[in-house]
C-alpha cells in the first residue's frame, strides 16, 4: 500500500478515537487502536526512508492530531480518576454510617 495512503488511514483512525473520546465510547476505543497499529506496522514495513514518513506526518499535521488526542485522554483520565475517588469515598462514608447504626442497635438492646 502507498505511504500516504496510510498516513490518511491513519489520520482517519486518530480522528474517529477523538469522536469518540468526545462522546465517552470507550468500548470501541480497542478496536480503533488494534486498527492503528496495523496501519503503523504496515508504514513500518513499507520500509520508507524517515524523511519521506516525516514530511506526510507534517504535510497532514498529524502533531496536532496526536497533541489533540493526547490531551483528550489526559482529561478523560482525569475525569475517571476523580470519579473513582468520589466512589471510593462515598463507600467509606456509607461503611462508616453503617457501622455507626449497627452498634447503636445493639448497645440499645443490652440497655
Known sequence: MDLEKLIIEYKQISNDI?????K??????????EKRQVVIDQMILEDN??????????KYNLVKLDQVM???FET???????????IRRQKKAT???NN???????????I
Request: net charge positive.
Open 49 to 58: 526512508g524517515k524523511n519521506e514518513v516525516k514530511d506526510l506526518y507534517v
Open 70 to 72: 493526547k490531551s483528550k
Open 95 to 97: 461503611a462508616g454510617y
Open 100 to 110: 455507626l447504626n449497627s452498634r447503636a442497635v445493639y448497645l440499645s438492646k443490652e
Open 24 to 33: 465517552d465510547d470507550f468500548e470501541k476505543l480497542d478496536l480503533l487502536f
Open 18 to 22: 477523538i469522536v469518540l473520546l468526545e
Open 76 to 86: 478523560k483520565k482525569n475525569e475517571i480518576k476523580s470519579n473513582l475517588i468520589k
